[in-house]
């Protein structure tokens, strides 16, 4: 079964960045086959991966499935148009979420996503999943059965009074997380230090801080997909570090 790792967070805090050098990581150590999981509907996880989405789950419309073709259940139509939303990669494969279909109706999407979820994670060594800014995805209870979610923050006292009520509401909602750990972004070890008393204060477990990097700022403005970092970036080499951690908390914990 594959290790579901969700990244949550207050909106710009580096959720989807962070996602993307997380699956650079395990491209790169061979911990593959990886599911790239976007289910923001301001889906961009693409974009740091270097991919063309054509086409989302929430394309799939429940008119559509209702066609089904002769000889084939409702069922086996709906999971091989669900294939077809898988864009393939070398070593990965991304699945994006997608819009609402109608006002706010994002209803179908998510039905079909929570039940082909668990046979779609079975066939992964890891599935890295980007969220939304807002809490909605995780009331909605897409972000069930999370083996670790990471909240990212930025370092300031609100930063993290914002990240706490995420973990807080995780709590209240039952949603299957094992293990929450904190990273905060675009931070310096000085502000780690700064902030360590409210951190523990919070209960948050940090298992790392990511630098400002001057080369993501670089590569965003060029347009270059950020998994394409060289080793000399300092939140690349920040990432590396933090997952070795962890994957190695998975190892133990198995
Ligand atoms: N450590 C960093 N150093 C420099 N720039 C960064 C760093 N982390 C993220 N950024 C940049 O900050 C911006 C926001 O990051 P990102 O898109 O990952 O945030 P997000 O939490 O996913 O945002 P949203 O809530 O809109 O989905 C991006 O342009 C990203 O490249
Ligand atoms: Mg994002």
Redesign the pocket.
Known sequence: MGKVIA?A????????????LTIRYLLEKGLTPVLALDA?P?A?LNE?LGVKVESTLGDIREDVIDKAPPGMSKDEYMELKLEESLVEEEGFDLLVMGRPEGPGCYCFANALFRRYMDKLIKSYKYVIM????GLEHLSRRTTRDVDILLI?SDPTQRGLMAARKIKTLVEELSIGVEETFLVL???SARQVEALESKIGELGFDLIGH????????E??LKGIP?VKLPQSS??LR?VFGIMEKLVAEIVTAR
């Open positions: 990244v967070g207050k909106g710009g805090t580096g959720k989807t960045t962070l996602c993307g923001d301001n961009n740091v980007d969220n939304e800014a990212v972004n675009r931070t990511i630098p400002p990097d001057p080369l993501i700022e590569f965003d950020l300092l939140a920040a």
